[in-house]
């Protein structure tokens, strides 16, 4: 049976990655009947919110890559530059704005 | 009434002579957040230095102050990226060896996979209130800066900047499986921390 230490492992590695179908359920369990771990999970999920709250949002890939070719006229490292959107950095931002509106 | 409803209610155009007195505004928080994942204030000025002079570069109209911050953090982000890709090809940052075997498992945890009875997570009640509450930040800035300065750094890629592991692996070399265990222990020992300190 899954006890609290593996529990921790799994409500960390799921903001991370996608849990497997036999992770989701022991992890499921647990919480079902561990209050100290409820709260743990709680406490890890504040993460997404304390990026929100010191930044107005967090940046995907998708956009952190259109903010660079806006910035830098480049595509990031390691990906393909979207032909004829590279040069137009005020096209990108408004779209980055738009999509980012909050 | 919490941040972003404020920040909804605010619908002041900022044009480029108001953005330069909003970043001088946000600039403590700009510098707080660098210093944050960078751990060196020197590192941390350049980043803002040049996020501002990208903005301003950069910058059209913005609706309101909350499209602009949302602007401007995004750059910063990049900035920080870069000075942390510099400080790595400068050869500051230590093998990460040391801290794969730390203890803070066998401390939080009784062997028989419990929690050590001082060790058990406390309610922190709702998280909208935890979060508006200042000095819940002035621990959680403490506790960052108390993590080893590797796992703090994969910590900030992932949660602060926002990186996949599958980019923080591009980033730093270490391997997916072991961001996956260093994440768990930096999460698990800020909880601790923050327990601690702004709890109890």
Redesign the interface.
């Known amino acids: 049976m899954l006890?609290?230490?593996?529990a921790?492992?799994l409500m960390?590695?799921k903001?991370?990655?996608a849990l497997t179908f036999k992770e989701r359920t022991a992890l499921r369990f647990h919480l079902s009947i561990c209050s100290?771990?409820r709260?743990?999970a709680?406490?890890?999920t504040?993460?997404i919110?304390?990026?929100?709250?010191?930044?107005?949002?967090?940046?995907?890939?998708k956009?952190?890559s259109m903010?660079?070719n806006?910035?830098w006229h480049t595509a990031m490292p390691?990906e393909a530059c979207i032909s004829g959107l590279c040069n137009q950095?005020?096209y990108l931002?408004?779209l980055?704005?738009q999509a980012?509106?909050? | 009434m919490s941040?972003?409803q404020q920040?909804?209610g605010d619908t002041v155009t900022i044009t480029a002579s108001l953005a330069a007195t909003h970043f001088s505004y946000m600039r403590p928080?700009l510098l707080a957040?660098a210093r944050l994942q960078l751990r060196d204030s020197a590192a941390a000025e350049d980043a803002v230095q040049e996020t501002g002079l990208?903005a301003f570069e950069?910058s059209?109209t913005?609706e309101g102050r909350?499209?602009f911050?949302?602007?401007v953090?995004?750059?910063l982000?990049?900035k920080i990226l870069d000075q942390l890709r510099h400080q790595k090809k400068q050869g500051r940052w230590q093998p990460l060896d040391d801290d794969l075997d730390d203890d803070t498992?066998d401390r939080?945890?009784e062997a028989?996979?419990?929690?050590q009875p001082n060790a058990?997570?406390?309610?922190?009640g709702k998280?909208e209130h935890?979060?508006e509450n200042q000095h819940f930040w002035q621990v959680?800035d403490a506790c960052m800066l108390a993590l080893p300065d590797n796992i703090a750094r994969i910590f900030s890629l992932?949660?602060?900047?926002?990186l996949?592991?599958e980019?923080i692996c591009?980033e730093t070399g270490v391997s997916e499986t072991n961001?996956?265990v260093i994440?768990?222990r930096a999460?698990?020992r800020l909880?601790e921390c923050?327990?601690n300190g702004w709890v109890r």
């Open positions: 006890m609290c230490r593996e921790t492992r960390s590695l903001l991370d990655r100290a771990c709260a743990c709680r406490q890890f504040l993460r919110m304390w990026v929100t709250t010191i930044l107005p949002l967090p940046l995907t890939v956009t952190s903010i660079h806006a910035f390691g950095g005020s931002q408004k980055f704005l980012y509106k909050i | 941040r972003n920040r909804k928080r957040f990208t950069k059209t913005f909350s499209e911050e949302t602007w953090f995004g750059i982000k990049f498992l939080l945890f028989n996979g419990h929690w058990r997570p406390n309610d922190w998280p935890v979060l959680f992932r949660e602060l900047i926002g996949s592991t980019e591009k961001c996956w994440l768990h999460r698990l909880r923050l327990d």
